[in-house]
């Protein structure tokens, strides 16, 4: 909806194309932003895994195990994030090959096969992995100041 001079609400039709664009701009930020935030938490686990005598320890546990768990996740949205990358390739390989071997200059992708299917699994897996780990070190944190 947008405003005209007088304050009446009309509403501005948008290109499909432009909602496919933006959608794509939306998606890989947002790959972007999970990537960074689970590869820090991933160097921050690597911290008080690997560190030596000098680093800060964490008074929570008595043992790794809970930071090995938050690694787990991160190192499984990393897994999902590169699965997803390789069905959508796939996906649009098929996609691809199907038009040029139709003669076609324009094409859909199949939303119905299963490598489409997938690549969107795989999507949301990712961030949810991500948001498992994040959400478990915050948890850790809180927990070990109370």
Same mark, same amino acid.
């Given at each position: 909806?947008?405003?005209?001079? /007088?304050?009446? *609400?009309?509403?501005?039709?948008?290109?499909?194309? /432009?909602? &496919?664009?933006?959608?794509? +701009? !939306?998606?890989?930020? #947002? =790959?972007?932003? !999970?990537?960074? @935030?689970?590869?820090?938490?991933?160097?921050?686990?690597?911290?008080?895994?690997? $560190? $030596?005598? =000098?680093?800060?320890?964490? &008074?929570?546990?008595?043992?790794?195990?809970?930071? #090995?768990? !938050? $690694?787990?996740?991160?190192?499984?949205?990393?897994?999902?994030?590169?699965?997803?990358?390789?069905?959508?390739?796939? =996906?649009?390989?098929?996609?691809?090959? *199907?038009? +040029?071997?139709?003669?076609?200059?324009?094409? +859909?992708?199949? *939303? =119905?096969?299963?490598?489409?299917? #997938?690549?969107?699994?795989?999507?949301?897996?990712?961030?949810?992995?991500?948001?498992?780990?994040?959400?478990?070190?915050?948890?850790?944190?809180?927990?070990?100041? @109370?």
């Amino acid at each position: 909806m947008e405003w005209t001079k /007088d304050r009446q *609400e009309v509403a501005v039709k948008v290109p499909l194309t /432009d909602i &496919h664009t933006n959608l794509d +701009e !939306i998606v890989k930020g #947002l =790959s972007d932003k !999970i990537r960074q @935030i689970v590869f820090g938490i991933l160097a921050f686990v690597w911290l008080f895994l690997a $560190g $030596g005598p =000098s680093t800060p320890t964490f &008074h929570l546990v008595t043992s790794n195990r809970p930071l #090995l768990g !938050i $690694g787990a996740a991160c190192l499984a949205s990393l897994l999902c994030d590169l699965a997803q990358s390789v069905f959508a390739y796939w =996906s649009s390989y098929k996609t691809l090959r *199907e038009a +040029e071997t139709a003669g076609a200059t324009e094409t +859909e992708y199949d *939303e =119905s096969d299963w490598r489409r299917y #997938l690549q969107f699994a795989f999507f949301y897996a990712k961030i949810g992995f991500g948001v498992v780990a994040a959400v478990w070190l915050v948890y850790l944190f809180v927990a070990a100041v @109370i």
